[in-house]
T-cell receptor, first 117, second 111 residues
Framework: GAVVSQHPSWVICKSGTSVKIECRSLDFQATTMFWYRQFPKQSLMLMATSNEGSKATYEQGVEKDKFLINHASLTLSTLTVTSAHPEDSSFYIC?????????????FGSGTQLSVL | KQEVTQIPAALSVPEGENLVLNCSFTDSAIYNLQWFRQDPGKGLTSLLLIQSSQREQTSGRLNASLDKSSGRSTLYIAASQPGDSATYLCAVETSGSRLTFGEGTQLTVNP
């Protein structure tokens, strides 16, 4: 099946630094990718929809200036957490669907565990 | 606003037992419903996807049903094994490829 690669798997950083997370579709093209966040013991919540070649669409309550999304190619979307703070510590995961396939299921990356000290 | 609820929140069973996980959703206008498995600190593995026009899907020991009109789905696991221990997530897809997830059922299968 389709593979979505996400890096890094985990990152620990100091408060105030920025962290970039990459999401790649390895064997298919994705015009749209999705970024989710999961806090401990909670469900995944959609943060934003990443659109190739245009601006991302953010869910209500998600700060677009804090969570920068770039989708410069059909196989790569990046999420940058700017000036990270401890409350941003969470599990971030991306997903994508093969743009050429109708009714294809969404595939997920392996996730990134972010810990901000 | 779509809401997805999963019952039970946690389940512990002895190896070999058959079990059922439940999922309900509030808005029946869905494209599909998907069951995922999540291991601790890991990503999601898609188990079964049921299109809105379908009533069930099967894969190995797993069977998922969908009753869209009543807003319910069940995941049946036959002959459970310790390796089945994980969190099982139900998610419904609505317009714009948006997935709304339940909070999951944490399953433990004891040898």
């Amino acid at each position: 099946g389709a593979v979505v690669s996400q890096h890094p798997s985990w990152v620990i950083c100091k408060s105030g630094t920025s962290v970039k997370i990459e999401c790649r579709s390895l064997d298919f093209q994705a015009t749209t990718m999705f970024w989710y966040r999961q806090f401990p013991k909670q469900s995944l919540m959609l943060m934003a929809t990443s659109n190739e070649g245009s601006k991302a669409t953010y869910e209500q309550g998600v700060e677009k200036d804090k969570f920068l999304i770039n989708h410069a190619s059909l196989t790569l979307s990046t999420l940058t957490v700017t000036s990270a703070h401890p409350e941003d510590s969470s599990f971030y995961i991306c997903s994508a669907r093969d743009s050429s396939q109708e009714n294809e299921k969404l595939f997920f990356g392996s996730g990134t565990q972010l810990s901000v000290l | 606003k779509q809401e997805v609820t999963q019952i039970p929140a946690a389940l512990s069973v002895p190896e070999g037992e058959n079990l059922v996980l439940n999922c309900s959703f509030t808005d029946s206008a869905i494209y599909n419903l998907q069951w995922f498995r999540q291991d601790p600190g890991k990503g999601l593995t898609s188990l079964l996807l049921i299109q809105s026009s379908q009533r069930e899907q099967t894969s190995g020991r797993l069977n998922a049903s969908l009753d869209k009109s009543s807003g319910r789905s069940t995941l049946y696991i036959a002959a459970s094994q310790p390796g089945d221990s994980a969190t099982y997530l139900c998610a419904v897809e609505t317009s714009g490829s948006r997935l709304t997830f339940g909070e999951g059922t944490q399953l433990t299968v004891n040898p």
